[in-house]
């Protein structure tokens, strides 16, 4: 008789495996530090600046099939809500959501002289405080590989998002009016995805049976 452990974990992998494939959103959480910036004509207020502290999230399903593909790259579109990716740094704050998030991958075997990358990538609408008229605000994540060793295919559910994997994690922020422009270097510092709710309360209960039963025989 197999033991209560290897039933209770068996049943988990049976119900996890069981669930038809469907809409599989996730939010990705990260904080970044600003190590540079250009901004010669002054077109912001100087609150972005090295040191400062960048958080923001991106949301997104991992079950999305890419909007065009190749052997080495796939385009992504978010037609609609609820794709976000957000950023908030000194005293601005970008927001974007739907059809003008752009997400990219590239895969490459390892050697290859070109890199694994995935980037999410919007443009915002004026997040107000920019002197002159604003041109462009974009703003997102750029994770890059030169090993070419991170990713093995180029779908969105088989993106890990471990730091240690990425030699190049940053935070891309650039901005333009008609006076001037901003760009700036930001280094992520930390990363975290959170799966949709249903996945974890689903697990949750699994462990709840599971401690359950062990109270029940005492084990």
Do not use: H
């Not at 590239?106 to 920019?130: C, K, L, R």
């Not at 995805?193 to 025989?217: D, I, K, N, S, T």
Request: net charge negative; charged share 15%; proline share 7%.
């Amino acid at each position: 008789m197999p033991s209560l452990r290897f039933a209770v974990a068996l049943f988990a992998v049976l119900v996890f495996a069981g669930r038809p494939a469907r809409a599989a959103p996730v939010t990705l959480y990260f904080s970044a530090t600003v190590t540079d910036v250009f901004d010669d004509s002054g077109i912001t207020d100087g609150s972005i600046a090295p040191g400062s502290v960048l958080t923001g999230s991106l949301s997104f399903d991992t079950a999305a099939s890419a909007a065009s593909s190749d052997t080495n790259y796939a385009y992504y579109d978010f037609p609609s809500p609820p794709w976000t990716l957000t950023a908030q740094v000194g005293s601005y704050a970008f927001s974007a959501t739907g059809d003008v998030i752009q997400v990219a991958i590239a895969d490459f075997s390892p050697g290859d002289p070109q890199a694994d990358v995935f980037q999410a990538i919007a443009t915002a609408p004026d997040p107000g405080g920019i002197a002159g008229s604003l041109v462009q605000t974009s703003f997102g994540l750029v994770l890059v590989d030169p090993s070419s060793a991170t990713l093995d295919s180029t779908s969105l559910a088989s993106v890990p998002f471990d730091l240690a994997l990425w030699n190049d994690p940053e935070f891309s922020l650039y901005i333009t009016s008609d006076l001037g422009e901003l760009d700036s270097i930001i280094r992520i510092d930390s990363l975290e995805v959170v799966p949709e709710p249903a996945e974890l309360e689903l697990f949750g209960l699994v462990l709840a049976m599971w401690a359950g039963a062990r109270l029940r025989r005492g084990l």
